[in-house]
């Protein structure tokens, strides 16, 4: 790639610096839980502190057609009397509205997840979650596609063409999980996206729609059918060497098979790539495997040679959900930890995927009812208190990256704004002693907590040449003494409920990182002389001159 004319002439560790593309797959799309949980107060506030501190561009969740949204009405409510049916289905907005107006506000957009099925079309009834959503096939396909359609053309007029055309639509969310997710067939999935597909394209064929939203690679067989058939799960279970086996997609390739032969659209291909499986032994014990910390680069890899070998070559490809695990009473959520872990892979899948959505950015999220306690494991890039987690400020970090990767380093990357020519780093302390592996998922944080023995501390060297003489940095360090809120708490007690005090007082130590200035020679020289810690994420970014 031709280098930008725009960029000042560096020299990185003395040589002239790559200048390709940096894509930020990490901030396009982040999830969250339910639409529903989107009407409070705490979970827009949280969002947009995530659109302008951490850059968010679109973000996911499930339950748009949840009775809790009250979009597809069949009876009046009568509240204390006896409801009175409709002779027609009405379709009621105000919910979703508020909604898609708070998204929009922002400063964001919707990655639109259609799903689930409303109660009086669904063919079974509270099949998930405390929230008891309905994840069945429809029972009138016909139904379903005037809800669909019918929701499109009201965002197409409340909003405007040109700004539903810059939604992504994806079709349900892991109906491989049966019968969670979906309760019918693999076959009758794919009729779901075919119906809903042509649909949305009948309102404006330059609509994007995509599926099939399945969750995570496998090496065996327990989807190769209509069901999910766990007597294919034992050979998993009972490896020594998992990461040995060939992790597979799910689905992926019968879906574009079933697609292509009915030239059905596929505008964009998604799924999850969490690196981690439960797999049942044939003495029906489940083992949680972690895979090896490339995993989901691995994962992305076989996902782009299987697109750009279809029919449908030119499809983007969105993760639509990841994490370190998709448990959300998963103690390595809230820890210094996941900073680097997550701070790795997005570097290292960045070239591969057009998003990469990590589930959720808030712990306000209700799929197994409310956490227990401040730091119970959510999933968020915040707790509930609203609370910075080292992951948040891995987050800002990343956000703070150039467009334009000067040097793919072995423990971070050197970047420059093509627009601005700021230059920017990150670095990171992933412990050698880790080895190849992952971060298994614990229950506790006291738990979690035992890996703050790994080591080594990592030095981190590197030269900047060209730069504006005198050039002000500022560097910003997380690590285990700086921004390490569950500890902090941890060394509290761990309270279970906080008081207002207590709030305040972590809420300062969360966001106390260690902030320094570093300035360029009077020649343009910035010599980056860093001493990490374990599992430390630093970040430099050029100070603007405006």
């Given amino acids: 790639m031709p280098r930008d004319s725009s960029l000042p002439t560096l020299m990185i560790d003395g040589r002239p610096p790559t200048d390709l593309a940096l894509r930020h797959v990490w901030n396009e799309c982040v999830g969250a839980g339910r639409a529903n949980e989107a009407l409070r107060a705490d979970w827009q506030a949280q969002f947009r502190e995530a659109v302008d501190v951490l850059g968010v561009r679109f973000v996911r969740f499930h339950g748009l057609f949840h009775d809790d949204m ?13 409801p009175e049916p409709l002779p027609e289905p009405v379709y009621t907005f105000a919910y979703v509205d508020k909604v898609f107006d708070a998204i929009l506000d922002a400063g964001a957009r919707p990655f639109v997840e259609l799903g689930f099925m409303p109660r009086a079309l669904a ?6 979650f405390w929230w008891k959503a309905h994840c069945s096939p429809p029972t009138d396909m016909g139904r379903w596609v005037e809800l669909v ?12 063409i040109e700004e539903v055309r810059q939604w992504p639509f994806e079709v349900w969310n892991e109906p491989n999980l049966v019968p969670h997710f979906w309760t019918g067939t693999r076959t009758e999935y794919f009729e779901l996206y075919e119906a809903t597909a042509r649909a949305i394209k009948s309102v404006d064929p330059s609509l994007a729609v995509g599926g099939p939203s399945t969750s995570v690679f496998v090496p065996d067989d327990r989807y190769a059918g209509e069901y999910h058939d766990p007597a294919h799960e034992s050979s998993t279970a009972e490896t020594e060497s998992p990461d040995e086996l060939d992790w597979r997609p799910v689905w992926i390739h019968e879906f574009i098979e079933y697609c292509a032969q009915r030239e059905v659209p596929i505008d964009f291909f998604s799924t999850h790539l969490y690196p981690t499986d439960f797999a049942a032994s044939s003495l029906n ?9 490339d995993a989901t680069h691995r994962d992305l890899e076989v996902m782009r040679t299987v697109i750009e070998n279809s029919p449908y070559p030119d499809a983007g490809l969105h993760i639509t959900e990841w994490s370190t695990s998709p448990s959300s009473r998963d103690a390595m959520h809230d820890t210094l930890f996941a900073a680097p872990y997550i701070v790795r892979a997005f570097l290292r899948g960045a070239p591969l995927a057009d998003s990469i959505a990590y589930w959720t950015f808030t712990d306000v999220f209700e799929e197994g009812g409310g956490g227990i306690g401040p730091f119970h494991g959510g999933f968020g890039f915040v707790n509930e208190q609203g609370l910075h987690k080292p992951t948040f400020h891995a987050m800002a970090m990343l956000n703070r990256l150039g467009d334009r990767l000067l040097a793919e380093l072995p423990h971070g990357a050197i970047t420059a704004s093509s627009s601005t020519g700021a230059v920017s780093a990150i670095f990171y302390n992933y412990p050698a002693d880790m080895g190849s592996e992952g ?8 738990d979690a907590r ?18 504006p003489p005198g050039a002000s940095f500022e560097l910003e360090v997380l690590d285990w003494e700086h921004g390490n809120v569950a500890e902090a708490w941890y060394q509290m007690g761990s309270p279970l409920n906080l008081s207002r005090e207590q709030t305040a007082e972590l809420r300062e130590i969360a966001d106390r990182l260690d902030r320094r200035l570093l300035t360029a020679s009077d020649h343009g020289v910035l010599e980056i002389d860093l001493v990490l810690s374990p599992w430390a994420v630093a970040s430099i970014a050029q100070e603007s001159t405006h």
């Fill in 439 to 446: 971060l298994a998922s614990q229950r506790t944080y006291g």
């Fill in 149 to 160: 359609t019918t929701t499109v053309v009201h965002w197409v007029e409340r909003y405007g």
């Fill in 285 to 293: 014990k489940v083992r949680a495997i972690t895979r090896q910390k």
């Fill in 70 to 82: 009250f979009v597809y009405r069949v009876e009046d409510g009568g509240g204390f009397a006896p």
């Fill in 450 to 467: 035992a890996l703050s023995e790994i080591g080594p501390e990592l030095r981190v060297r590197h030269t900047v040449e060209g730069l």
């Fill in 123 to 128: 063919t079974q009834t509270e099949t998930l």
